[in-house]
């Protein structure tokens, strides 16, 4: 599947969505503004949900060991294939591009 457009209708509703789907995902945050050039914030962890609230127009990454907050997004596009959400990008108005991954959990080496 290609990348595609939500509209801004459409975010709290697919979110709350994949959230309920999203098993044992990990995710990566990654973040990519002029001002601070291309970092990563978060490394790879357990995710526990994504959400959209529109009454404070913030996005949310839940992870377990750190919460990610983007305060009035203005866009955001999806990244899906046959295993589901495989990335999220949240541009807020300044331009700042958030780049959210998910994976699954590499497996375990057999003992």
Request: glycine share 8%; aromatic share 6%; net charge negative.
């Amino acid at each position: 599947m290609a990348v595609k457009k939500l509209e801004k209708s459409e975010w709290e509703g697919y979110f709350n969505e994949v959230s309920k789907k999203l098993g044992a995902k990990e995710v990566q945050i990654e973040i990519v503004g002029s001002d601070i050039g291309d970092q990563v914030e978060t490394e790879w962890q357990p995710i526990v949900g994504l959400a959209y609230d529109p009454k404070d127009d913030e996005f949310e990454v839940a992870g377990e060991k750190h919460d990610h907050l983007i305060p009035k997004p203005t866009e955001i596009y999806v990244d899906e294939d046959v295993d589901g959400l495989k990335v999220v990008e949240v541009i807020q108005e300044d331009g700042t591009k958030h780049i959210i991954r998910l994976r699954t959990p590499p497996a375990l080496p057999e003992e």
